[in-house]
């Protein structure tokens, strides 16, 4: 019988497998970042506000859609691949997908023909008749964004990262650049949702084909029996979607949460309070690239230690990645918090009354991004019923928020309703598995991480700002010291942070 991995004698060689995976998705984050980035200032700057927040809104509509057509199968082809080639039994992969996929994608094409019908009356919701045909163009590549999201989830399954870097990353981001970029200097407004959604569909195919060099080349990996000692049984049709059905409901939640906020501004206070919203929230957009770079390469191996019963390795991972989190966002968020108005004015002067609103989801995000990733942790015991739950009281709590705050405070409202149910979702799951494992982000890791940022990042600046004044050079000067200053320490402090050697 294999031998159960466990915190004590494969806890080093699992973190650096993790940390090998996480640096992958940090560079191709970084690169995507950027490029997202680029892309908003690059509408911002070259549309007007009106057209701009038109844009936004569609395209939120097309990320909920596509959220609900995914029906959970990413998070469950995760969950069940990770088990199976923790138990010995990667060679059901094939048949695994073959399950996941059939009704992934009638959904996806039922919601793309729904998108197509009902265009109208929800352009006439988005107070714009041109609404319409920006969603019909963008219900058309629904069924491909969601065939990459999968065949992404099953590579990640298998410890690789490079895909989701490369395509997903890297990849689709800079194609939306090139297009939208073109487009937007072209005057051509109406082929904005085409040369914006049309990436997706080479994104697909590159992605299965990257799935296919992965399962060729996997080997079963059996790092554990099963608790009891039993062979592993076959996932069942009724077991995968159990699992994944709840996910999906919980993952809708989560993009409504995160691209709901565009919808409702633009219904409440018009599509230019949609623009200068997302602008606003764009730091926050960012910052996820790198939080996600994080899970992404965690999630599987959270998988494998609750498989396995290794407690203590969760918790012990949990610490650390959510002193990589800190160390990855909070130079980020600080940074835009106190320069708030110079972030803002990147995306032209009339985006400078988001400042507010800024600064709110910064600060937000500072507390979110300390909280770890319970809720990850939460779906990968099987809980997903409990992750449903905080998901949708979580979506609630902000459309409530939203409606009463939004047609007060506009943007800043939004940001507001966005924090308070951002960090809903994530304190819920740290009380809900106290019974099976203490997560707390009292650590040395998260300690040490924010520490560095506080000193670099939020000390530094006010300190040059005091003696240079406000502006994009003062903005310049403390990025760059801070960021040499904040690498500089990280690197002296890698001992705590178990920034080890990546083999």
């Given amino acids: 019988m294999a031998t159960v991995t466990t915190a004590a004698d494969g806890g080093s060689r699992a973190l650096r497998r993790v940390l090998r995976g996480g640096v992958v998705n940090l560079v191709g984050t970084t690169v995507g970042a950027v490029l997202n980035l680029a892309l908003i200032v690059m509408i911002t700057r070259a549309l007007s506000q009106e057209t701009a927040g038109l844009l936004f809104a569609a395209t939120s509509v097309f990320m909920v859609a596509a959220a609900v057509a995914n029906v959970g199968a990413p998070d469950g082809l995760v969950y069940f691949i990770a088990r199976m080639r923790v138990f010995g039994r990667a060679d059901g992969v094939g048949r695994l997908l073959r399950l996941a996929m059939g009704p992934t994608v009638a959904a996806a094409c039922l919601l793309g023909l729904a998108l197509l019908v009902f265009a109208d009356p929800m ?29 992404l989830a099953a590579t990640r399954a298998h410890h690789d990262m490079a895909g989701t870097a490369v395509v997903e990353k890297v990849g689709r981001p800079l194609a939306q650049v090139v297009l939208v970029g073109a487009v937007a200097l072209s005057g051509a407004g109406g082929l904005l949702a085409l040369s914006w959604a049309g990436p997706y569909l080479p994104a697909a195919v590159v992605a299965w084909f990257w799935l296919g060099r992965v399962l060729r080349r996997a080997a079963p990996v059996e790092e554990a029996a099963p608790p009891d000692g039993a062979p592993a049984r076959e996932v069942t049709p009724r077991a995968f979607w159990t699992f994944a059905l709840p996910r999906a409901v919980a993952g809708v939640a989560q993009m409504g949460i995160l691209r709901g906020g565009v919808i409702l501004v633009a219904m409440l206070s018009g599509l230019a309070g949609a623009a200068v919203f997302t602008a606003a929230t764009r730091v926050m957009a960012v910052g996820q690239f790198g939080t996600q770079a994080v899970l992404d390469a965690a999630q599987p191996r959270f998988a494998e230690q609750i498989a396995t019963g290794d407690h203590a390795g969760v918790r012990g991972l949990y610490q650390v990645a959510t002193g990589w989190l800190v160390c990855l966002t909070w130079p980020l968020y600080l940074g835009a918090l106190v320069f708030a108005p110079e972030v803002m004015r990147l995306f032209g002067p009339e985006y400078s009354t988001g400042a507010a609103a800024l600064v709110v989801v910064c600060a937000g995000q500072l507390a979110a991004s300390a909280l770890g990733m319970g809720d990850l942790i939460l779906a990968m015991t099987g809980r997903t019923g409990l992750n449903l739950l905080n998901n949708v009281l979580a979506l609630v709590a902000n459309v409530v928020a939203c409606l009463v705050l939004v047609p007060a405070l506009g943007a800043t409202g939004a940001a507001a309703a966005l924090v308070g149910s951002v960090l809903l979702r994530r304190m819920l799951p740290l009380w809900q598995l106290r019974s099976l494992v203490v997560l707390h982000p009292f650590s040395r890791p998260v300690m040490a991480a924010a520490a560095s940022a506080l000193v670099w990042f939020a000390a530094l600046p006010v300190l040059l700002t005091w003696a240079l004044g406000d502006g994009l050079l003062t903005l310049a000067a403390a990025a760059c010291t801070g960021a040499l200053g904040h690498l500089a320490t990280v690197w002296y402090l890698r001992g705590p942070l178990e920034l080890g050697p990546i083999r």
């Fill in 123 to 151: 352009a006439r919701a988005l107070g714009t008749d041109e609404a319409a045909t920006y969603l019909r163009l963008l219900a058309l590549f629904l069924p491909f964004a969601v065939l990459t999201d999968t065949a």
